[in-house]
């Protein structure tokens, strides 16, 4: 899909059609109101203060909600509005007036940090799609890029909540009225006025405005009897290892679960990971395999795909 099809979706229809990231199953398809889809586009209006003056820039296509909201915030803003076909060298060749806000995904965002002298004014930056690693957090904040993390979903119409991307995190914090609870482990959503969503988002709260994401509740893994949130651990690795790759798990008979590290790196990197893994992990959580691969898959938008199979 390209922003000219969806501009004519958005100009012909009361319901959207938008797709899951199929980053934990199968894609499927969801209606979404269009007035809800306003709704949450002035609230990111409001707290960035975009005006008809503004100009947003996207990085990412509109296949997927953070990029049809790109066009939603400008229709509703009546500001200007730029694209790029999606690629990991964001703003190459563009050299023209500032934007007020550019969306982009954590790969797109290490790019931009390399060659920070060569890009144009960048007011606000929301990088969305996947987890940020602490090393790519530490390299944000030194840069002094004015960045936000983005935390929502399809079913949400995109974010409803926002963080400034720190070496330290801080709570996401809601915006608008939007409020949160925690149920059984799992954020709930309170959207005033649309829908109340329980997330399978493992999350703790600060007050009914802010709050942090530990990991998905379904993405759980069970091994020697112990619980293990993949996400932590890779939250914790990611201090030191630099590439990409994720934890993940398959059947065994003797841990219930098999935790594994899929590495997006050579075969020589091992004797580092293992190195790492035993100077930071406890002996429970270490991955009790290591596989290495060209290329992690990923969904279109950025995020891995947990379920990968070897």
């Not at 889809?37 to 947003?56: E, K």
């Not at 934007?99 to 969305?128: F, Y």
């Not at 009914?208 to 949130?229: T, V």
């Not at 009790?288 to 995020?303: A, D, M, Q, V």
Request: glycine share 6%; proline share 7%.
């Amino acid at each position: 899909m390209t922003y000219e099809d969806f501009a004519q979706e958005w100009d012909s229809r009361d319901m959207i059609t938008c797709r899951t990231s199929g980053s934990t199953g199968a894609p499927k398809e969801i209606l979404l109101p269009k007035h809800e889809m306003v709704n949450s586009a002035l609230r990111t209006i409001d707290f960035f203060g975009l005006t008809g003056d503004s100009l947003l820039y996207s990085c990412i296509a509109p296949d997927f909600i953070g990029g049809k909201m790109m066009l939603v915030r400008q229709r509703a803003a009546g500001c200007r509005f730029r694209w790029e076909t999606p690629s990991n060298r964001p703003l190459d060749g563009y050299s023209g007036e500032p934007i007020s806000l550019l969306s982009v995904v954590p790969s797109q965002v290490i790019h931009i940090l390399d060659n920070i002298k060569d890009m144009p004014v960048i007011d606000a930056m929301l990088v969305g799609g996947s987890s940020i690693p602490e090393s790519l957090r530490h390299r944000i904040e030194k840069s002094g890029l004015n960045a936000y993390e983005s935390y929502g979903m399809t079913e949400t119409a995109s974010h409803i909540a926002l963080r400034r991307i720190k070496s330290e995190p801080e709570p996401f914090r809601t915006l608008g009225d939007i409020t949160v609870t925690i149920s059984d482990e799992a954020l709930v959503i309170d959207i005033p006025g649309w829908q109340s969503v329980r997330t399978n988002d493992s999350a703790r709260s600060v007050s009914p405005r802010e709050f942090f994401i530990d990991g998905r509740l379904d993405n759980i893994m069970i091994s020697g009897g112990r619980k293990i949130n993949p996400e932590r651990v890779e939250d914790i690795l990611s201090r030191t290892i630099t590439f990409p790759f994720i934890i993940t798990s398959r059947p065994d008979e003797k841990w219930g679960e098999r935790i594994i590290m899929i590495a997006e790196a050579e075969e020589s990197e091992r004797p580092f990971i293992e190195n790492e893994c035993r100077n930071m992990l406890e002996n429970y959580m270490r991955p009790k395999e290591i596989i290495f691969t060209k290329h992690l898959p990923r969904t279109p938008n950025g995020k891995p795909v947990r379920n990968f199979k070897n």
